[in-house]
């Protein structure tokens, strides 16, 4: 017996796929799904995994990333199981060329287009879980659009640190109503999904639930009128913007190392399809 195309069967397919409608008609809204056993354990990526099988069709192009890069494990691992079970269609490590992005921790450097698709692998999809603990009652306020719990957990944050000290998952306001989980990328990724053109769709397959952020809608992070959202800093003591070591970009997420060599923090781009494009386009440039 022969694996059906896309490992699911078609009514696990059609299930997936009339839940992104539902997540799509309401913005932000956390749509519950039978979320199906894959092989690999829950917390690997299950849901954008489920996703990615129902919608991909043969001819489309697909890259996968885990936080920016194409060859760590896990997205190593994804994208040959995908391969495996979706005869018919390629593969690629460039953001421009893909139809499905599938991304864990990360939204590419690249703006995405209309006719593509982010598929961002969610652990947690709720925000109010860190203030409350039942989850018909987060089903309450989710509905009401009573947030003022989470609002009161950033004001203390504020109180203790004179900042929001939230990294990642940071809570985000989806078309006025649902504050969702944007999945644990950066603030840095946060603006991006504001008005994006191409839809971005968020699975977690081990707590069963799938949401969107359709094309044009507003992603506002939670905020307070004087104490605003900022992304990431990576000015250095004197105010200068790092730049990437690889290709000396200073409009890229970057992650820190240390050289062993010469004792120095050193910073690279995360997004790696971004850090080569500078480094081809900076080549071009000094051969003419």
């Given at each position: 017996m022969t694996e059906p195309f896309g490992y699911?069967?078609?009514?696990?397919?059609?299930?997936?796929?009339?839940?992104?409608?539902?997540?799509?008609?309401?913005?932000?809204?956390q749509v519950p799904y039978a979320s199906r056993e894959m092989p690999m354990g829950r917390g690997f990526g299950t849901g954008g995994l489920q996703l990615t099988l129902s919608l991909i069709g043969a001819g489309d192009t697909l890259k996968v990333i885990d936080q920016g890069a194409d060859d760590s494990v896990n997205a190593v691992s994804l994208r040959n199981f995908i391969e495996l079970t979706c005869p018919g269609i390629s593969t690629t490590t460039r953001t421009t060329d893909a139809d499905i992005i599938q991304s864990r921790h990360r939204i590419p450097e690249l703006a995405l287009r209309e006719d593509q698709y982010l598929i961002l692998q969610v652990p947690y999809p709720d925000p109010l879980v860190i203030v409350e603990p039942s989850e018909e009652k987060r089903r309450?306020?989710?509905?009401?659009?009573?947030?003022?719990?989470?609002?009161?957990?950033?004001y203390e944050d504020i109180v203790?640190?004179?900042?929001?000290?939230?990294?990642?998952?940071?809570?985000?306001?989806?078309?006025?109503?649902?504050?969702?989980?944007?999945?644990?990328?950066?603030?840095?990724?946060?603006?991006?999904m504001h008005h994006s053109k191409a839809l971005i769709l968020l699975g977690a397959g081990r707590e069963k639930k799938i949401y969107a952020v359709p094309p044009y809608t507003s992603a506002e992070p939670l905020a307070f009128s004087d104490v605003p959202f900022r992304i990431?800093?990576?000015?250095?003591?004197?105010?200068?913007?790092?730049?990437?070591?690889?290709?000396?970009?200073?409009?890229?997420?970057l992650d820190e190392y240390f050289d062993t060599h010469s004792g120095r923090k050193i910073?690279?781009?995360?997004?790696?399809?971004?850090?080569?494009?500078?480094?081809?386009?900076?080549?071009?440039?000094r051969h003419g």
């Open positions: 699911l069967d078609e009514h696990a397919k059609k299930e997936i796929r009339r839940a992104c409608l539902k997540a799509v008609a309401i913005p932000g809204y309450i306020s989710h509905g009401e659009g009573d947030y003022s719990r989470l609002l009161v957990k950033l203790q640190f004179k900042e929001i000290t939230i990294s990642h998952r940071y809570p985000t306001r989806i078309n006025n109503h649902y504050v969702i989980d944007p999945s644990p990328i950066p603030r840095w990724d946060l603006p991006k990431e800093n990576f000015c250095d003591a004197l105010g200068k913007r790092q730049a990437c070591e690889n290709c000396g970009s200073t409009q890229s997420f910073y690279r781009c995360s997004d790696a399809d971004w850090c080569l494009e500078q480094l081809q386009r900076r080549d071009a440039l």
